[in-house]
């Protein structure tokens, strides 16, 4: 299996791609490292814990990271993930964090897989400050991971939190900008891609009745997140981005993506943009493959086969 840590800042569709790689035997989930970002750090843990119950996959460990980002001030998500987490809506946590810094974790397990030779997969769906310090700290770090598949960025999809920037890269340019240059292959799940996979009541309630006692959690969270931005989409429904994440882990064919270099601007008015040089303009490595396409259709079939398994009980 796919041995991954996922690096997330809960969030909805952070919830989704937990309750996504939890349910899928492909995936080996060693851990979840929390970061600040929708929410402030303490809701993300929270929200986490919370996730982890529902999913009944109790012995998956939770580590509180970093409270806010590298440089810049504080910015956190929209307004739809506040509230999301209601105790109606999703049951109170049975699990709580473990006493380690998730950056201390980030290194104790990449550093074990360098030595064992057996590198891990980061899915980062937050803002990266986590893996950002980890890579600092320890640049040895790297060595210990496989790469990093990454949702942020926008490249021709802008408009997002920003006229030029996604979120979880405007949280924290600089640290993605440390991922970046890292050395690490950094697969890139843009909002160019995930606004071409948009979720419908009609797979929200399919869901939400084969997911069991999970499943009106499920169905609920969904419901609460940019689901009617027709202005934006122009047809109904909504983007399920850090699924993207353990859904390439899951099948990569659904997807397309190209060779790039990739930077982020980290400071201006501009900050948080991101740019894929795909012709080797800049000289730069050609450090991550940025994807652009994906079947929605077949990505939306996917959630819900896979989250079909918390109805079974
Ligand atoms: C990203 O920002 C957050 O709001 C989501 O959880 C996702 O990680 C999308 O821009
Ligand atoms: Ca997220």
């Not at 009609?202 to 997140?225: D, M, P, S, V, Y």
Request: glycine share 10%; aromatic share 6%.
């Amino acid at each position: 299996p796919h041995r991954i840590i996922i690096d997330t800042d809960p969030g909805v569709d952070d919830a989704i791609a937990i309750l996504l790689a939890l349910a899928s035997p492909e995936i080996e989930l060693l851990g979840i490292s929390v970061v600040a970002g929708n929410v402030p750090l303490e809701a993300t843990v929270s929200n986490a814990c919370k996730i982890i119950s529902l999913s009944g996959c109790v012995d998956v460990p939770i580590y509180a990271g970093a409270p806010g980002p590298l440089v810049r001030e504080q910015v956190y998500g929209k307004y739809a993930h506040i509230g999301a987490f209601s105790d109606t809506l999703v049951p109170p946590a049975s699990v709580r964090p473990q006493e380690e810094h998730a950056v201390d974790f980030l290194v104790r397990m990449t550093r074990q897989a360098a030595a064992d030779n057996d590198p891990i997969v980061i899915c980062a769906i937050g803002p990266m400050t986590n893996l950002a310090l980890a890579l600092v700290q320890h640049p040895d770090v790297a060595r210990g991971i496989r790469q990093v598949v990454s949702m942020g960025g926008a490249f021709t999809a802008l408009g997002h939190r920003t006229p030029w920037a996604e979120y979880n890269i405007y949280a924290d340019p600089h640290a993605a900008q440390i991922v970046y240059a890292s050395g690490v292959p950094v697969v890139v799940m843009p909002l160019d891609m995930t606004f071409q996979a948009l979720i419908t009541e009609k797979n929200i309630a399919a869901i939400g009745e084969n997911a069991g006692a999970a499943g009106a959690a499920i169905a609920g969270l969904l419901r609460t997140f940019d689901r009617s931005d027709m202005q934006r989409f122009g047809r109904p429904g909504g983007p399920v981005h850090d699924a993207t994440t353990i859904a390439w882990l899951l099948e990569p064919e659904i997807f397309e993506g190209r060779a790039a270099s990739v930077g982020a601007q980290v400071s201006g008015k501009t900050a948080g943009y991101t740019y894929a040089d795909f012709y080797g303009k800049t000289g730069l490595p050609m450090n991550a493959t940025v994807m652009n396409g994906v079947d929605e259709a077949r990505f939306l079939e996917m959630l819900e086969e896979r989250l079909s398994i918390y109805g079974r009980g």
